[in-house]
């Protein structure tokens, strides 16, 4: 059974800084393509940013190119997003997925398995 737990959520002001992790058991990480998506109140879940399986190649949004960064430890089981000069629009539940494909999707539908997710609110 494949476990993905989110941290590093919390309340940060405008132009702050956070560092999401997700730790990942239960198969071997090396084998996933890793994606997060945020989901805020009232609106459907969002491609953030995706990381290949060896972390050779990663994609980012569009709203968070350029201030967010996805990167990975496979000898740790983890992947990371780092977020700098956070908006009050970046206020979401933020999730991590698995994919079994090398580069992953950006599209929610593909992922297979998820965490529970941790919250991020951004005051202005």
């Known amino acids: 059974q494949v476990q993905l737990v989110e941290s590093g959520g919390g309340l940060v002001q405008a132009g702050g800084s956070l560092r999401l992790s997700c730790a990942v058991s239960?198969?071997?990480?090396?084998?996933?393509?890793m994606g997060w998506f945020r989901q805020a109140p009232g609106k459907e879940r969002e491609f953030v940013a995706r990381i290949s399986r060896s972390g050779g190649a990663t994609w980012h949004a569009d709203p968070v190119k350029g201030r967010f960064t996805i990167s990975r430890e496979n000898a740790k089981n983890t992947v990371y997003l780092q977020m700098n000069s956070l908006k009050p629009e970046d206020t979401a539940v933020y999730y991590c997925a698995t994919d079994m494909s090398t580069y992953g999707s950006s599209q929610p539908a593909d992922m297979d398995h998820w965490g529970k997710g941790t919250l991020v609110t951004v005051s202005s």
């Open positions: 239960g198969r071997t990480f090396s084998s996933y393509a």
